[in-house]
């Protein structure tokens, strides 16, 4: 699998308080996704980013729109996004 870096990384909160994670790419957004997810529900969006990240990981799916799918699993999931 090829690292593709998104044009803007996406800066979302930590779970510890002021803390800040920049997210460059599909690939550390799966890996945040699967670890460090700071809430326990998973809701349709949060599948369908999931699903995204794999597919850009593979060339399957534009990794912007991947970038996109990942805000909205975000904004689902309530956690703070500093810059999007």
């Known amino acids: 699998m090829a690292l593709h870096l998104w044009t803007k990384p996406v800066t979302v909160e930590a779970r510890a308080t ?24 998973e809701g349709q969006a949060y599948k369908e980013a999931k699903q995204a990240m794999l597919d850009a990981a593979e060339g399957n799916i534009d990794p912007e729109s991947a970038r996109q799918a990942f805000i909205a699993a975000l904004e689902e999931g309530e956690v703070y996004v500093f810059d999007k």
């Open 18 to 41: 002021g803390g800040r994670i920049r997210i460059p790419s599909p690939d550390r957004a799966l890996e945040y996704m699967m670890n460090e997810w700071p809430t326990l529900e």
